[in-house]
T-cell receptor, first 113, second 114 residues
Framework: AQSVTQLGSHVSVSEGALVLLRCNYS??????LFWYVQYPNQGLQLLLK??????LVKGINGFEAEFKKSETSFHLTKPSAHMSDAAEYFC???????????FGKGTKLTVNP | DSGVTQTPKHLITATGQRVTLRCSPR?????VYWYQQSLDQGLQFLIQ???????AKGNILERFSAQQFPDLHSELNLSSLELGDSALYFC?????????????FGSGTRLTVV
């Protein structure tokens, strides 16, 4: 069965600092990996996804993530945090050919001025 | 606006009651997924429908049921409600049955059971 572990339920950074949100997955087959963002009182919005091909994936709002098979990781980064990045971020995994997305517990990002 | 519509946005009801949550998928999407989000359990997959048929089942209680209608909208029925059923219920949709392009989520229905 697949699972996702997000290290750190809360991450706090200063505006302009690097954002690094960690995600490790467990999957018995090549995974499909996703990052979603949830702003307060809203649904989840897809940030980026990895299915096949290039392991460095660029998403919206300046975020990117790198699929590292040897480390079973898919960490999310952004070079310079903005106040508007404050939200909760969810990593999710799906088996290739499977329909179900399994989500991590989420990481709440706080951006300090 | 994501294109996925969920109604109602908020629902307050008493224990033992039954409620119906409604979801209209994004235009052109055939799959509908239901998720429950709570503080202790996080996002839990409940059930998926694809073009009117049940495709996958997750941690859905027997008190809960869902269906997808010919016009592709879906309803999640929750009965014999308990305090622990209080949560955010999300509907998501995708083009195909495999969700490989990612899902589009609605803004959710917040259910409070008192």
């Amino acid at each position: 069965a697949q699972s996702v572990t997000q290290l750190g339920s809360h991450v706090s950074v200063s505006e302009g600092a690097l954002v690094l949100l960690r995600c490790n997955y467990s999957s018995s087959v090549p995974p499909y990996l996703f990052w979603y963002v949830q702003y307060p009182n809203q649904g989840l919005q897809l940030l980026l996804k990895y299915t096949t091909g290039a392991t460095l994936v660029k998403g919206i709002n300046g975020f990117e993530a790198e699929f590292k098979k040897s480390e079973t990781s898919f960490h999310l980064t952004k070079p310079s945090a903005h106040m508007s990045d404050a939200a909760e971020y969810f990593c999710a995994v799906s088996r290739s050919g499977s329909e179900k997305l399994v989500f991590g517990k989420g990481t709440k990002l706080t951006v300090n001025p | 606006d994501s294109g996925v519509t969920q109604t109602p946005k908020h629902l307050i009801t008493a224990t033992g009651q039954r409620v119906t949550l409604r979801c209209s998928p994004r235009s052109g999407d055939l799959s509908v997924y239901w998720y429950q989000q709570s503080l202790d359990q996080g996002l839990q997959f409940l059930i998926q429908y694809y073009n009117g048929e049940e495709r996958a089942k997750g941690n859905i209680l027997e008190r809960f049921s869902a269906q997808q209608f010919p016009d592709l909208h879906s309803e999640l029925n929750l009965s014999s409600l308990e305090l622990g059923d209080s949560a955010l219920y999300f509907c998501a949709s995708s083009v195909g049955g495999r969700g490989l392009r990612g899902y589009t989520f609605g803004s959710g229905t917040r259910l409070t059971v008192v």
